[in-house]
């Protein structure tokens, strides 16, 4: 089973940028996809990116495509999700799991806070 563990989240005004880390370690990773989820006060988890870790191929909802990117370095064993021009209600905790599944029990994750 893979276990992946967040990092990289922060305070950033409106229009900023951060980018979050998914350190993966637990063996072969080939034939998983994963996912970058996020959870805002008072609302429930939701999907933002997944990314197939064999090919590298992304997908992205529709709230976030065009300004968060997906990630993958192979040799470190690194998701990244790169997020620019963020709005105030990019504000959540983020956390990365497998996709479309999140078969992991949830850790803590990362809080980003973006101010207005």
């Known amino acids: 089973q893979v276990h992946l563990v967040e990092s990289g989240g922060g305070l950033v005004q409106a229009g900023g940028s951060l980018r979050l880390s998914c350190a993966a370690s637990?063996?072969?990773?080939?034939?998983?996809?994963i996912g970058w989820y996020r959870r805002a006060p008072g609302k429930e988890r939701e999907f933002v990116a997944t990314?197939?870790?064999?090919?590298?191929?992304?997908g992205y909802s529709t709230s976030v495509k065009g300004r968060f990117t997906i990630s993958r370095d192979n040799a470190k064993n690194m998701i990244y999700l790169q997020m620019n021009s963020l709005y105030p209600e990019d504000t959540a905790v983020y956390s990365c799991?497998?996709?479309?599944?999140?078969?992991?029990?949830w850790g803590q994750g990362t809080q980003v806070t973006v101010s207005s």
């Open positions: 637990g063996g072969s990773f080939d034939s998983y996809n």
């Open positions: 799991n497998t996709a479309p599944s999140a078969v992991n029990p």
């Open positions: 990314i197939r870790w064999s090919s590298g191929s992304a």
